[in-house]
């Protein structure tokens, strides 16, 4: 077949939508020696891959004007066109955005739901209409494939979809996450002034994120700060306070308004962004890892922190439990006794941590980016 890939994430490798994309298609032309694949991009820059594919450049006429109606168009207009040009026998959407009337059977990955699901993403009445016409789009796809079986129960529900064309296909770390080298570590802790001994959390800000009971769980650890332990948020700058961003320096100052001592100033350290090759090294150096999230399509840092051999503490929450398996501590992302008891659990008691360590590099390698090309390629053929 020759296979036509929706490459406008391609040049954004910082988002999941672009890690996805990449890390996919290089499994996929490592595997995948009888079918022909060409990334369709609007970008007339790109000209060349490191993989090697083919490149079909379809601009849009409104890329100086506007970016989203840019993205619209090249998503319903510009991708179909290529892909008839390209004679294209099946189109891979790789994100939640498979265009109304397609020319080529059609697979489009849903990672997540979240503006259906969670009403404070639902944004402005341009972004609700943008997400019901892509949802159209979805129910005409002829596959879907969803990166949990949580994200399945919600696409069946939501977008009224017969479940046997939603196929659960489960992301993976990247390779390099795998516990780092003691050279690694010193570097990654001088680079970021790490402290000896911390609990870490890595990603957004954004209200879905819930870092707030974090804050206030570690807040209830005062002992455990006096014996050197620190709690590290890395993963974005930090930016303008709202209820859709609040800011966490004003959640810790909030803890003392509410019953509470105030934190130390230096109970919290926020190491913005980390660059990708760093992160190994990071997770690698803290004491365990937590994550409050309310809501993940998939939850790849869990994993990652795992395969890099660190504890995890995360939500019980959507698609959280399948990825970490029994290898971590799952709690209520809103019960903040509980969050407060695992980080002590796992702080105090080094047979435990041990343990978990072990379980979650076990977990860990039951994902890999081969599995997820392999299952790909059964979706992409399942019409022969």
Request: include cysteine; charge should be neutral; charged fraction near 25%.
């Amino acid at each position: 077949m020759r296979i036509a890939v929706n490459g406008i994430f391609w040049d954004k490798p910082n988002t999941g939508s672009g890690q996805y994309l990449r890390a996919l298609l290089q499994e996929l032309l490592r595997r995948d020696i009888a079918d022909d694949f060409v990334l369709v991009t609007p970008r007339t820059s790109l000209t060349q891959t490191p993989l090697g594919l083919s490149i079909h450049s379809a601009p849009t006429p409104f890329e100086r004007h506007s970016e989203n109606l840019a993205k619209v168009w090249f998503e319903q207009i510009a991708f179909v066109r290529a892909c008839q040009r390209e004679r294209a026998d099946l189109a891979h959407v790789p994100y939640f955005a498979a265009p109304l009337s397609p020319n080529a059977r059609t697979v489009v990955t849903i990672h997540d739901l979240i503006p259906m699901v969670l009403p404070l993403y639902r944004g402005s009445i341009l972004v609700r209409a943008y997400t019901q016409l892509v949802a159209l789009g979805a129910r005409r796809a002829s596959a879907i494939i969803a990166d949990s079986e949580n994200s399945q129960r919600d696409i069946v529900a939501r977008l009224k979809i017969d479940p046997a064309r939603v196929h659960v296909i489960y992301l993976a770390a990247d390779e390099r996450y795998r516990p780092a080298a003691a050279a690694q570590i010193d570097a990654v802790r001088r680079k970021y002034a790490l402290p000896d001994k911390f609990v870490l959390y890595l990603g957004g800000y954004d209200q879905r994120k819930n870092v707030r009971v974090i804050i206030q769980a570690f807040a209830r650890l005062r002992d455990l700060y006096a014996q050197g332990y620190r709690l590290v948020l890395g993963g974005v700058m930090l930016g303008a306070d709202s209820e859709f961003f609040p800011d966490p320096r004003r959640i810790a100052r909030e803890v003392g308004a509410h019953g509470g001592a105030p934190l130390p100033d230096d109970a919290i350290q926020y190491v913005g962004w980390v660059d990708e090759d760093d992160k190994p090294a990071l997770y690698s150096s803290a004491t365990a890892f937590v994550y409050a999230s309310l809501y993940e399509g998939f939850g790849l840092q869990p994993l990652e922190a795992m395969a890099c051999g660190t504890p995890v503490i995360c939500s019980n929450a959507s698609s959280l439990p399948e990825v970490v398996g029994g290898a971590a501590i799952v709690a209520h992302p809103n019960d903040v006794d509980a969050w407060a008891d695992a980080m002590r659990a796992v702080l105090t008691d080094d047979a435990r941590r041990n343990e978990m360590r072990e379980r979650g590099l076990v977990q860990a390698k039951k994902f890999s980016w081969r599995k997820c090309a392999e299952e790909t390629l059964q979706v992409y053929h399942s019409w022969r």
